[in-house]
């Protein structure tokens, strides 16, 4: 299996602002900025799990605490602070784009 995701994500090459773990949908708290690289497999060139990365790691304990899925593949490359981070797409504070 490679890409999973054919076409580059909407906001690949954006800021898109992350959804904080006290914060609800649309309220007026600042958030923090990633900036998207693209769909986490599309820059890997196979899914996400497959790789080994710091990141990736990062990610898995992060969304085992959140709750956020592991098994699918909405899951995003960005830089925060110019650190890599993958994020679920569930952490993007939609609402503010």
């Not at 599309?42 to 790691?57: D, E, M, T």
Request: hydrophobic content about 40%; proline content about 9%; aromatic content about 6%.
């Amino acid at each position: 299996m490679s890409v999973v995701h054919e076409d580059p994500h909407p906001y690949a090459g954006h800021p898109v602002p992350l959804l904080m773990k006290d914060s609800t949908v649309g309220d007026e708290k600042p958030r923090p900025m990633l900036l998207v690289e693209d769909w986490a497999d599309r820059v890997y060139g196979q899914p996400w799990r497959r790789q080994r990365s710091v990141a990736v790691l990062l990610y898995v304990a992060r969304a085992q605490g959140l709750a956020l899925p592991i098994t699918d593949h909405n899951v995003l490359l960005g830089r925060l602070a110019g650190i890599p981070l993958l994020v679920h797409t569930r952490e993007i504070d939609w609402s503010r784009l």
